[in-house]
C-alpha cells in the first residue's frame, strides 16, 4: 500500500508505479518521471508505528518534520534538487543514500546551517525558515554530528552546560536535570566523568543528552554507526527504541543496510541529490534497499574477463602495528596482517571503518611506523624505507580523505600535479622543478581525465570533489605504477565521475596494474575486485569471491559473526547479479553533475 | 566539452590573474591607509596637527640623506624579515631570530677580530661563521620539535634567553673580549680587522652600505629556492598542508630541521652589516629586538622576497623619518611604534579576510563558468 501518512503529491501517480517486489527494477521509471516517487511499502497497515506512550499525537497526527521541494544548489552543481520528506513523530525515520548523494547537505538545511534556494520546511506543522542553527534548536531540533564537538578537559556537566548555561544553570540543577535526562531515556551519563575517560559510543551519548538538553524533540544523527563497532552499535540502537517511546523523532542518516533495516521505522533513500523512494522497513529487502541507493551505476562483474596474473605484486607479511591510546593502554591495531596481490589483480578489503584498513594503507605507503613485518614491491623489500622511496618505486596512492591528504586545497592545479611526484619527471629535472613540463602535463591530464576546470591556474578548492578526485587519479595513473592504493575512491564523488573513476581503474588493471582496493560501498568492493579480503579489529578474519559472495553476507562478515572462506547461496548470488547488470542496461548515464562537495 | 573548454581558456587565465594582484596589494594598502588614520586620530586627540608631523616625515624620507638611512636600515630589516619568512613557509613560528643573531654576530665578530685574512677570503669566513652559528643555534629548535615533540614557539623564546645567558658568558675580558685590565666599564670584543670592512658606496646623502647587495642576494636565492627547487616544493606544500605533504613522500621532520637551520642561518647575518660597516666590533651597542621587528615585516610582506623587501623600506622609513618628529614640531616620537604596531595587527586580519573572500570567489568563478560550459554545451547537442 501507499504511504498514506506521508500525504505526499498525486496518489494516482503514486500508485501507478508502485509495485510487488518482484517486478525487475528495470522495469519501473526513475525520476525522470514526472512524479519522482516509488514506494516499496507493502503492508496494509499504518507505516509509522503509534508511538508507544508520551506522544499524544498518533501516526495520523501532523508530521514532525515535512520537507517539500527543497532545492539547493552550489556553483556549478546542484547538491539537492526537489527534495520531499516526511517524518512521522515519534518515530525513528532513516535517510540513506551514497557518500555525496546530498544527504549532509539537506540535513544541513534542516538544522539551519545552510538555507534552501528552493522549498519549504514545516516543523510540526508550521511553516519554518531557518536562519541558524540556533532557529532549528528553538523549534525543538537538535543535531548530533559524525564528529563530537566535546571538549575533552571538561567533565560531560560542563559540556552539556557550556552554551546553554541560561536554560538550569551552572550548578546543581543542571547536574539534576542531566541525571533526569540520563536517567529518562536510559543512556546510563555520569555527569562527573571526565570526557577524555570516556570512549567513543559514550561520547556519543553525551551528545545525545546534550542535544535533548536544550530541549530538542527532533534529533538528527549523522551517520552515528561509522564510529562505533557492533556492539556499541547495539546499545546505541537500544537508545534510539527509548528515544523513540518517549516520543522523540529521530532522523537517522545512514548507508549501512541492516542497521537501517533494524532500527528504522520508515526509510526514505535519496541518490544524486533527490529523493527516489520510500520504503517501509519490514518489508523491504536489504538488497532493493542496494538498488534503491546505488542505482544503476553498478558496475556489473560477469561483464569482463579475468585479468589475474601469476606474477606476485605486492607482498605484505604479518604487519603489526600497535598504538598506545589515550589511556596508555596498548591497542593493537594491525595484527599478523598478510596478503599478496599479484599483476592485474584487484584486492578489495571490506570491513566497517576504524578496523585497520586506514593503518594498513599508512603501513604500506610508509606513514606509519611498523611494529613488525615485511612489505615487498615487485620482489623489492620496501620496510626500511621512506614514503618518497615508496612512491617512486610505484606506488600510486589515492587517499581516503583527498583535502587532507591528496591535495594542496590553495595550491592551483599543476602544483597539485607535482604533489607527491615531485622528483618525477615531467615535473622535476635534477633537483629543479619544471613548472612548464608540468603544466603541460596537467592540461594533459585535464583533458585525458575530463577533469572539469576552467584552467589549470585555478585552485583545487574550487573543484567539486568528483573533479578533484579525477586530479588525484589522473596524477596517480600518469607515474604508471605498478601498484595503486585506492582508498575509497568514489566516496563524495558525483555519479558521473564514479563510473569514469571505476572505468580508469579497470583500464590500468589490464594493463597489469596490482590495486588494494579499500571501500565502503560493499557493492563497489564486489563490483571492481578479483578477490575480497574482509578486516576485522586488524585482523584479516575472511576472504571471499565476489563472483559467490553477496553484500549482505559480506556485510555479516564485517561484523566479525563470519570467518573464514564465505560463499553465499548460489540463488542469492545470481538474483544479486542479476539486479546489478538490468540496472545498468536499463538507465543510461545522466549527465547532471550531483556533487554534495562542491564549495566546500 | 573541449570546444568551450579551450575557447575559455586564455580569458579566464588573465582574468583570475589581474583579480590575484589587486587582491594581493588591497590589504596591506589598506592596512597601512588604515593606521595612518589611527595615528592621525591619536594625534589629533592628543593636541597636535596630525598633518604637519606626517609631512615633517615625509620630506625627510624624501631627502636624499633620510633615503640613504632608510635604505641601510631597510637591509637590516630585509634580513631578518627574510629570516622569519623562511620559517612561516614551512608555517614554523621562529620567534628565536633575536637570539641567533646575536650569537651569530658575537661570533663573527670575535672571529673577525682573531682572524686576519685578505679580505677575499676574510669577508666570506665572517658570513659563513655567522651563518653557521646561527643555524646551529635554530637548529636545536627543530631538533627538539622533531624528536621531542616541543613547540617552536616555546623553544625558540627560551633559547633566546639562553642567548642572552650565553653572549653574557663569551663576552667576558680573556674569553671573547680583550684581558686589558679594566679600561673601560664597557666589555666589548676587540676590533674587527681592516679586511673585515665591508665595502660601502659613498653618496650625496652619506654612506651606502654595501651589505644591500648581500641583502639582495638573500631575497634572490630565497625567491628561486621556493619556487624553482624541490626542496622548495616540499617546503612549500608542507607548510600548505603537512598531512598531504607526509602521504605524498615529503620527509617532514629533515624538512623542519633544515627551514630551522635556514632561517638560523639567514638570522645570523642580521648583524653583520652594523658589525662590518659601522661599529667594527661587538659589545653594548647591539640592537635587540631586530627578530621581532623581522617577525612584523615577515607578516606585512606576506613572506614573500619582494613583499618583504617593500615591507622592511617602509619599517625603515617609519624609524628613520621617526626621528625627525621630536625636533621638528615637538611630535612624540612614539607615534611610529603605534604605527608599525597598527599595520601588523591590520595587515593579519586583512590578509585572511582577503584569503577567503579571494578563494570563495574563485570557486564562485569557476562554478559559474563550468555551468556556462555546461549551457554551452547542452546548446550544442541540442543544435
Not at chain 1, 31 to 50: G, L, V
Not at chain 1, 71 to 93: E, L, Q, S, W
Not at chain 1, 134 to 140: C, E, H, V
Not at chain 2, 215 to 222: D, E, M, Q, T
Amino acid at each position: 500500500m501507499i504511504d498514506t501518512a506521508s500525504g505526499r503529491g498525486p496518489a494516482g501517480c503514486a500508485r501507478a508505479r508502485h509495485r510487488a517486489s518482484s517486478v525487475p527494477p528495470s522495469l519501473l521509471q526513475r525520476n525522470d518521471a514526472p512524479c519522482d516517487h516509488q514506494e516499496i511499502a507493502i503492508t496494509a497497515s499504518e507505516p509509522a508505528p503509534t508511538p508507544t506512550g508520551g506522544n499524544p499525537s498518533a501516526g495520523t497526527a501532523t508530521p514532525a518534520v515535512e520537507l517539500r521541494g527543497i532545492t539547493k544548489r552550489f556553483p556549478g552543481v546542484v547538491a539537492n534538487h526537489d527534495i520531499d520528506i516526511t517524518v512521522a513523530p515519534g518515530t525513528v525515520h532513516a535517510l540513506m543514500g551514497e557518500n555525496g548523494a546530498g544527504k549532509s547537505t539537506l540535513m544541513k538545511i534542516l538544522y539551519g546551517m545552510q538555507k534552501p534556494d528552493e522549498g519549504t520546511i514545516a516543523v510540526n506543522g508550521e511553516q519554518v525558515e531557518f536562519n541558524t542553527p540556533g532557529d532549528a534548536i528553538a523549534r525543538g531540533i537538535g543535531m548530533v554530528h559524525q564528529h563530537f564537538m566535546l571538549a575533552d578537559y571538561l567533565t560531560v556537566w560542563e559540556n552539556v552546560v557550556l552554551g546553554g548555561e541560561k536554560l538550569y544553570g551552572i550548578g546543581a540543577k543542571a547536574k539534576a536535570k542531566i541525571r533526569e535526562i540520563s536517567d529518562q531515556y536510559g543512556l546510563g551519563i555520569r555527569p562527573d566523568a571526565m570526557v577524555e575517560d570516556l570512549g567513543v559510543a559514550d561520547r556519543q551519548r553525551v551528545e545525545i543528552l546534550k542535544v535533548l538538553y536544550r530541549g530538542a524533540r527532533i534529533l538528527i544523527l549523522d551517520e552515528p554507526t561509522a564510529v562505533l563497532v557492533p556492539q556499541e552499535v547495539d546499545a546505541l540502537f537500544a537508545n534510539l527504541r527509548d528515544l523513540k517511546s518517549e516520543g522523540v523523532t529521530v532522523i537517522f542518516i545512514s548507508h549501512k543496510l541492516h542497521e537501517v533495516l533494524s532500527v528504522a521505522d520508515a526509510i526514505s533513500v535519496i541518490r544524486r541529490g533527490t529523493t527516489v523512494g520510500d520504503a517501509d522497513p519490514r518489508t523491504v529487502t536489504a538488497r532493493q534497499l542496494a538498488e534503491l541507493m546505488v542505482g544503476a551505476e553498478l558496475p556489473s562483474p560477469e561483464s569482463r574477463e579475468s585479468t589475474v596474473t601469476e606474477t606476485e605484486m605486492l607482498r605484505v607479511d604479518t604487519l603489526r602495528i600497535a598504538k598506545a591510546d589515550a589511556e596508555g593502554i596498548e591497542r593493537v591495531v594491525l595484527d599478523d596482517v598478510s596478503l599478496r596481490i599479484r599483476k592485474g589483480e584487484i584486492l578489495g578489503i571490506a570491513g566497517v571503518e576504524g578496523n585497520g584498513q586506514a593503518e594498513l594503507v599508512e603501513a604500506i605507503m610508509g606513514m606509519l611506523p611498523l611494529d613488525g613485518g615485511v612489505v615487498t614491491l615487485d620482489g623489492v623489500d620496501l620496510t626500511g624505507t621512506l614514503t618518497r622511496a615508496r612512491r617512486e618505486a610505484g606506488i600510486g596512492y589515492i587517499p581516503e580523505d583527498r583535502h587532507k591528504h591528496g591535495l594542496l586545497l590553495e595550491a592551483p592545479l599543476w602544483e597539485n600535479r607535482m604533489l607527491g611526484h615531485v622528483t618525477e619527471s615531467p615535473n622535476s629535472k635534477g633537483m629543479l622543478l619544471d613548472p612548464a613540463g608540468a603544466r603541460k602535463d596537467t592540461r594533459r591530464i585535464v583533458e585525458e581525465y575530463d577533469v572539469r576546470t576552467p584552467g589549470i591556474e585555478v585552485t583545487a578548492a574550487s573543484l567539486s570533489g568528483g573533479n578533484q578526485q579525477k586530479l588525484i587519479i589522473g596524477r596517480e595513473m600518469s607515474h604508471r605504477p605498478k601498484l595503486l592504493i585506492a582508498s575509497h575512491p568514489t566516496r563524495g564523488v558525483d555519479v558521473g565521475a564514479q563510473a569514469q573513476i571505476w572505468e580508469q581503474i579497470r583500464v590500468a588493471q589490464r594493463e597489469g596494474l596490482a590495486v588494494l582496493l579499500i571501500s565502503a560501498d560493499l557493492d563497489e568492493l564486489i563490483g571492481l575486485s578479483d578477490t575480497i579480503r574482509v578486516i576485522y579489529r586488524g585482523r584479516l578474519v575472511a576472504d571471499a569471491d565476489p563472483a559467490t559472495v553477496t553484500a549482505e553476507d559480506l556485510g555479516t562478515a564485517m561484523t566479525g559473526a563470519a570467518a573464514g572462506h564465505i560463499e553465499s547461496a548460489p540463488e542469492a548470488v545470481a538474483e544479486f547479479q542479476a539486479i546489478v547488470a538490468e540496472g545498468t542496461e536499463a538507465e543510461s548515464t545522466d549527465d547532471t553533475a550531483t556533487d554534495a562537495q562542491a564549495g566546500e | 566539452m573541449t570546444s568551450p573548454k579551450s575557447a575559455a581558456k586564455p580569458a579566464a587565465k588573465k582574468r583570475f590573474d589581474t583579480e590575484k594582484i589587486v587582491l594581493g596589494l588591497a590589504a596591506p594598502v589598506l592596512a597601512v591607509l588604515l593606521s595612518v588614520v589611527i595615528c592621525a586620530v591619536l594625534l589629533a586627540v592628543s593636541g597636535k596637527e596630525p598633518f604637519k608631523a606626517f609631512d615633517v616625515m615625509f620630506s625627510y624620507g624624501t631627502a636624499s640623506d633620510g633615503q640613504v638611512l632608510t635604505l641601510n636600515r631597510a637591509t637590516v630589516y630585509y634580513l631578518a624579515g627574510a629570516a622569519a619568512a623562511f620559517a612561516f613557509r614551512m608555517n614554523l613560528f621562529n620567534i628565536g631570530v633575536d637570539g641567533q643573531y646575536k650569537l651569530g654576530v658575537l661570533f663573527a665578530a670575535f672571529v673577525g677580530s682573531q682572524v686576519d685574512l685578505p679580505a677575499v677570503l676574510q669577508v666570506p669566513l665572517l658570513l659563513v661563521t655567522a651563518m653557521l652559528v646561527g643555524g646551529m643555534w635554530a637548529s636545536i629548535a627543530g631538533l627538539l620539535k622533531v624528536y621531542r615533540g616541543v613547540s617552536e614557539v616555546i623553544s625558540t623564546i627560551m633559547l633566546n634567553a639562553i642567548a642572552t645567558a650565553v653572549v653574557g658568558l663569551l663576552l667576558v675580558p680573556g674569553v671573547f673580549a680583550p684581558d686589558k685590565g679594566t679600561a673601560t666599564n664597557a666589555i666589548q670584543t676587540d676590533p674587527i680587522s681592516a679586511s673585515s670592512h665591508f665595502f660601502t658606496i659613498e653618496t650625496a646623502g652619506g654612506t651606502l652600505w654595501g651589505f644591500v647587495v648581500i641583502a639582495i642576494l638573500v631575497g634572490v636565492l630565497f625567491q628561486f629556492t621556493l619556487s624553482r627547487t624541490r626542496f622548495g616544493f616540499d617546503l612549500r606544500a608542507t607548510g600548505r598542508s603537512e598531512s598531504a605533504a607526509t602521504a605524498s613522500g615529503v620527509n617532514v621532520k629533515r624538512m623542519v630541521i633544515t627551514s630551522m637551520v635556514v632561517s638560523g642561518g639567514i638570522a645570523g647575518l642580521i648583524g653583520l652589516p652594523e658589525l662590518m660597516t659601522s661599529s667594527y666590533y661587538f659589545g653594548q651597542n647591539i640592537q635587540p629586538g631586530l627578530g621581532f621587528i623581522g617577525i612584523s615585516v615577515a607578516l606585512l610582506g606576506r613572506n614573500s622576497p619582494i613583499g618583504i623587501a617593500f615591507s622592511a623600506l617602509l619599517f625603515a622609513f617609519l624609524d628613520v623619518a621617526g626621528t625627525q618628529l621630536p625636533l621638528q614640531g615637538g611630535y612624540p616620537q612614539e607615534i611610529v611604534n603605534v604605527m608599525q604596531g597598527t599595520i601588523v595587527i591590520c595587515v593579519v586580519v586583512a590578509y585572511e579576510l582577503v584569503r577567503r573572500y579571494g578563494l570563495k570567489r574563485q570557486q564562485q568563478k569557476v562554478g559559474a563558468e563550468l555551468a556556462a560550459q555546461a549551457a554551452a554545451a547542452k546548446k550544442e547537442v541540442a543544435a
